[in-house]
């Protein structure tokens, strides 16, 4: 079982950046492919990027490419996501979670991250 916990959210203003982090718990941490997602108030979770478990592929939603990157550091169990350009679209609630056999099976509880226009 994996055990994730985001940090690094907080109030920005448009044009500012952001670090987050997901740091897991579990030996088998780097075995896995790891996600970030979003949740805006009355809307649905989205998907916002992932990375390969030996970080040799990573995907991104239109929306955040090229403004978003995700890295991971698989000897501290942590996965970042650095978000630059912020804009007040990108206000939401920020998840982590470990793709397991093809599906995210483990999510963080999340972390807010609010862009003020």
């Known amino acids: 079982q994996v055990q994730l916990v985001e940090s690094g959210g907080g109030l920005v203003q448009t044009g500012g950046s952001l670090r987050l982090s997901c740091a897991a718990s579990?030996?088998?941490?780097?075995?896995?492919?790891m996600g970030w997602f979003r949740q805006a108030p009355g809307k649905e979770r989205e998907f916002v990027d992932d990375?390969?478990?030996?970080?040799?592929?990573?995907n991104y939603a239109d929306s955040v490419n090229g403004r978003f990157t995700i890295s991971r550091d698989n000897a501290k169990n942590t996965v970042y996501l650095q978000m630059n350009s912020l804009k007040p679209e990108d206000t939401a609630v920020y998840y982590c979670?470990?793709?397991?056999?093809?599906?995210?099976?483990?999510w963080g509880q999340g972390t807010q991250v609010t862009v003020s226009s």
């Open positions: 990375i390969s478990w030996s970080c040799g592929r990573t």
């Open positions: 579990g030996r088998t941490f780097s075995s896995y492919a």
């Open positions: 979670a470990t793709k397991v056999r093809g599906s995210y099976k483990y």
